[in-house]
């Protein structure tokens, strides 16, 4: 401290060195503490309630599209070894057919078309395997009808394979689903809630179309445009057959867990089954059973046609079953038919 | 040292100084924070993980310090080990789950300081469904992006929003090699440190402005009181006050500090302060201010001889009553300063030795003829004591003088009243506001009951009554 001897009134005061070192100090200390600053914590994962969608609008069009660029390309090609990298299922099996027939009559029929732009797409939100996409097509450029796709994941580790695909009918009302950025759940085959589970309503649909009017479900289906063709065709075939003292039978069957099911914003499922049916017509009389339209001539081929003739058929069925209570008939919306094999027995 | 003096040179000497060289080293600090010590905007983490095929990064990870990150893995697997092709891939948290499922998996859980990830291992969860048919990884559908490289493999992320879900995936082609993995991000908004630092340096340059100007400039404001401080004198007197003048002094000071402080945003209110504080305050500015206020006048001629010695006698109620009336000027007269120049306006003049005659005759014949006895200085009042001196005042009195009355002169006054003031008698100078008789006191114990009688007859026209009180009490009740 050091004082001045002419300044009697006011002290000269120099700031001690001790304190002046103290104060710098404290200061440097904070400075030079925090140099890059605090170290982030990861925000602890906020468990959301509410699901997610799978995958994004982009992902799913790029999936859809690697899968119809491939059937396009056995479709020109005319191979059906690659079909199974992208399909599966009872659309596979279609598919095979379908080229196999082209092989023959050289065109795939125009019915195989699938249009590479969608109306509405439905992206699941299942944190589990399988997954489905259910795509509605626009309607082709010959103005048919507009195409259901149901596209699945097995597992985790495969792809995403085009599993159904079933022809709308005309004027058929599809029940209404979240849009792409909520995502749908999927449901089960053996949701409840309905007026009947998916696995019911699939086999009273085939019992329908086995048995017709005379089925006792009949009063639970609703009439619609596959029942009326398949019966104008049955019976047709059945005077024919009685003209020469033939017999023919269908048999419907559900496949075995092949069914898709998503559940609507309404209360119902929108359910895509496989329905195996197996057409046994036998000729009278000791004639030949030929085959009956012109699918069947392409995949009979050259072959020997004997009395009796099997044909296997696979049919997609897209059916909206209605939540219970409501007063609504399980209602097919749409529907493809493919015959995949012929035998002469 | 004045306490005002003392505050500006603590204010300006110590204070302002410290806070200045705060500022200048939260300038400095500031400055340095911003150039040398600036936080860089490259942090750049890696990890080292063995024994795992996968390695998976956990929700947040990739966005932890900034939008976009490059994630790079480098395996160092020889090609005896069989793949070595290194891929990493984005996917959301429950895609990359299901892959992984039924393998044991590394987790890259965050920074364990800035220069390395932290990771956990994690055991197998759920079923193993990987088959023969398994799509390979890059051609998986599950994932965003993914890239592969022999050895080694670099992914960018770009837009990723905290709270997304994006995870990355890291596949090393087998479980027999160790990767290294990396995760660089280049920061969009550094920590800033220089800034807080500036402002606090601003902030202490205010205040070291402050402290060398205005705050100690308040001892300034007090120099411009009125000057009423008692002297040395009267310096003496303040230990005889009253503990009531005591506290009404105290309160008046501290009232007068905040209208210090308050003048200086209004400078006026400094003297009307003071003059309404006067009355109130006159023991605490004789003791506070006794070094500025100018000397001032004490007039003996204001002191209340029936008061003082009435409290001496311990007579509460004409002690009282004496004590009221006169209660302005008796602070004033004690104390000596403030309102009392507005008071001695209203002083009274000096009492003729002839007017106090005539009073002292007047009393002699009214007072009852016991009361004669005991005073007989009723006839001696006619001698108006002329000397000044105490003693012969007491001689005098002791003769039967009724009165005792001192010629009243300031000089003869003062040193009366100091004496009288050394005896410890509160409310020792009075005067009487109506201008009656002053009579000085006398210390003497002998001469006081006698001295009480006279005063009280020489209280006779006090305006408060007490006309029969003194020639009553004056004659027995007295003591």
């Given at each position: 401290m050091m004082r001045k001897a002419n300044t009697p009134r006011r002290m000269r005061y120099a700031l001690p060195a001790r304190m002046t070192v103290a104060i710098l100090s404290l200061t440097m200390i904070a400075g030079a503490a925090a140099c890059e600053g605090t170290i982030p914590e990861v925000p602890s994962a906020s468990s959301s309630t509410t699901a997610s969608p799978d995958m994004s609008e982009a992902q799913e069009k790029q999936i859809r599209t690697e899968i119809l660029?491939?059937?396009?390309?056995?479709?020109?090609?005319?191979?059906?070894?690659?079909?199974?990298?992208?399909?599966?299922?009872?659309?596979?099996?279609?598919?095979?057919?379908?080229?196999?027939?082209?092989?023959?009559?050289?065109?795939?029929?125009?019915?195989?078309?699938?249009?590479?732009?969608?109306?509405?797409?439905?992206?699941?939100?299942?944190?589990?395997?399988?997954?489905?996409i259910f795509a509605i097509t626009t309607t082709t450029s010959d103005q048919q009808s507009k195409r259901l796709m149901v596209i699945t994941q097995d597992s985790a580790r495969s792809n995403y394979k085009l599993w159904?695909?079933?022809?709308?009918?005309?004027?058929?009302?599809?029940?209404?689903?979240?849009?792409?950025?909520?995502?749908?759940?999927?449901?089960t085959a053996r949701d409840s809630g309905l007026v009947a589970s998916p696995t019911d309503a699939v086999a009273q649909y085939?019992?329908?179309?086995?048995?017709?009017?005379?089925?006792?479900?009949?009063?639970?289906?609703?009439?619609?445009?596959?029942?009326?063709?398949?019966?104008?065709?049955?019976?047709?075939?059945?005077?024919?057959?009685?003209?020469?003292?033939?017999?023919?039978?269908?048999?419907?069957?559900?496949?075995?867990?092949?069914?898709?099911?998503?559940?609507?914003?309404?209360?119902?499922?929108?359910?895509?089954?496989?329905?195996?049916?197996?057409?046994?017509?036998?000729?009278?009389?000791?004639?030949?059973?030929?085959?009956?339209?012109?699918?069947?001539?392409?995949?009979?081929?050259?072959?020997?046609?004997?009395?009796?003739?099997?044909?296997?058929?696979?049919?997609?069925?897209?059916?909206?079953?209605?939540?219970?209570?409501?007063?609504?008939?399980?209602?097919?919306?749409?529907?493809?038919?493919?015959?995949?094999?012929?035998?002469?027995? | 040292m004045r306490r005002h003096v003392r505050r500006a040179v603590v204010m300006r000497g110590i204070v302002a100084p410290i806070f200045g060289l705060i500022a200048v080293a939260c300038v400095v600090f500031g400055a340095l924070n911003a150039v040398v010590w600036k936080p860089s905007r490259d942090i750049s983490a890696r990890a080292q993980v063995s024994g795992a095929q996968y390695v998976t990064t956990d929700p947040g990870v990739l966005s932890l310090v900034d939008s976009s990150v490059r994630v790079t893995v480098e395996s160092d697997a020889s090609q005896a080990d069989g793949k070595t092709t290194v891929c990493v891939a984005l996917g959301s948290g429950k895609d990359v789950a299901g892959w992984v499922a039924g393998h044991a998996h590394e987790r890259i859980t965050?920074?364990?300081?800035?220069?390395?990830?932290?990771?956990?291992?994690?055991?197998?969860?759920?079923?193993?469904?990987?088959?023969?048919?398994?799509?390979?990884?890059?051609?998986?559908?599950?994932?965003?992006?993914?890239?592969?490289?022999?050895?080694?493999?670099?992914?960018?992320?770009?837009?990723?929003?905290?709270?997304?879900?994006t995870v990355a995936l890291i596949d090393g082609g087998n479980d027999q090699a160790s990767l290294t993995v990396t995760m660089h991000w280049v920061r969009q908004n550094p920590p800033d440190f220089a800034t807080p630092l500036y402002f606090l340096g601003g902030l202490f340059a205010v205040l070291a402005v402050l402290c060398a100007s205005v705050f100690a400039m308040e001892p300034q404001r007090r120099r411009k009181q009125t000057a009423e401080d008692s002297t040395g004198e009267t310096g003496q007197e303040q230990q005889e006050v009253a503990l009531g003048e005591a506290v009404a002094g105290s309160l008046s000071g501290v009232t007068k500090g905040i209208a210090g402080i308050g003048s200086l945003v209004n400078p006026k209110s400094r003297h009307t302060r003071h003059r309404h504080a006067g009355p109130g305050s006159a023991n605490h500015h004789a003791g506070?201010?006794?070094?500025?206020?100018?000397?001032?006048?004490?007039?003996?001629?204001?002191?209340?001889?029936?008061?003082?010695?009435?409290?001496?006698?311990?007579?509460?109620?004409?002690?009282?009553?004496?004590?009221?009336?006169?209660?302005?000027?008796?602070?004033?007269?004690?104390?000596?300063?403030?309102?009392?120049?507005?008071?001695?306006?209203?002083?009274?003049?000096?009492?003729?030795?002839?007017?106090?005659?005539?009073?002292?005759?007047?009393?002699?014949?009214?007072l009852p003829p016991d009361k004669e006895e005991t005073t007989p200085e009723g006839e001696s009042t006619a001698s108006a004591e002329e000397s000044p001196s105490e003693e012969s005042l007491s001689e005098h009195i002791s003769e039967g003088a009724a009165a005792a009355v001192s010629e009243i002169t300031p000089d003869a006054g003062g040193e009366r009243q100091s004496e009288s003031d050394s005896a410890t008698r509160p409310g020792a100078a009075e005067t009487d506001a109506d201008g009656d008789a002053v009579i000085s006191d006398v210390r003497s114990d002998t001469v006081q009951a006698q001295e009480d009688q006279a005063g009280e007859a020489g209280e006779a026209d006090d305006a408060t009554g007490n006309d029969d009180g003194p020639k009553a009490d004056g004659e027995g009740d007295s003591q």
């Open positions: 660029d491939l059937i396009e390309k056995a479709n020109e090609s005319k191979q059906t070894d690659t079909l199974a990298q992208r399909m599966s299922g009872p659309a596979l099996q279609i598919r095979t057919s379908e080229i196999n027939i082209a092989k023959v009559t050289g065109n795939l029929n125009s019915t195989t078309q699938i249009p590479k732009d969608t109306t509405q797409v439905v992206i699941p939100t299942n944190t589990g395997w399988p997954r489905s159904g695909v079933a022809r709308l009918f005309d004027g058929a009302q599809l029940p209404k689903f979240a849009v792409p950025q909520i995502g749908s759940q999927m449901g085939a019992d329908v179309l086995q048995n017709g009017s005379g089925s006792k479900y009949a009063e639970n289906i609703a009439s619609d445009s596959l029942r009326q063709k398949l019966e104008e065709l049955t019976q047709q075939v059945a005077e024919g057959m009685k003209r020469n003292n033939g017999t023919e039978e269908q048999v419907f069957t559900p496949a075995k867990d092949q069914i898709a099911v998503m559940r609507s914003t309404d209360g119902g499922d929108l359910v895509v089954a496989q329905i195996d049916s197996v057409w046994t017509r036998q000729a009278g009389e000791g004639r030949e059973s030929q085959p009956a339209n012109d699918a069947e001539v392409a995949l009979f081929g050259d072959r020997q046609a004997t009395s009796t003739m099997r044909v296997s058929y696979i049919n997609v069925l897209a059916m909206y079953v209605p939540p219970a209570g409501s007063n609504q008939k399980i209602t097919a919306v749409g529907a493809e038919r493919q015959p995949v094999k012929i035998e002469a027995l | 965050g920074l364990s300081d800035w220069r390395t990830l932290s990771t956990q291992p994690a055991a197998a969860q759920g079923e193993d469904s990987s088959s023969d048919d398994d799509v390979a990884f890059k051609d998986s559908d599950l994932w965003t992006a993914v890239q592969c490289g022999e050895q080694s493999v670099t992914l960018r992320a770009a837009d990723l929003k905290s709270g997304n879900d506070a201010d006794a070094q500025d206020a100018a000397p001032v006048i004490i007039d003996p001629s204001r002191r209340n001889m029936l008061a003082s010695q009435s409290a001496a006698q311990g007579d509460a109620a004409v002690a009282q009553d004496a004590l009221d009336t006169p209660s302005i000027r008796r602070q004033e007269s004690s104390a000596g300063q403030g309102g009392a120049q507005v008071e001695e306006a209203v002083e009274t003049s000096v009492i003729s030795r002839q007017e106090l005659q005539d009073y002292f005759a007047r009393l002699a014949q009214e």
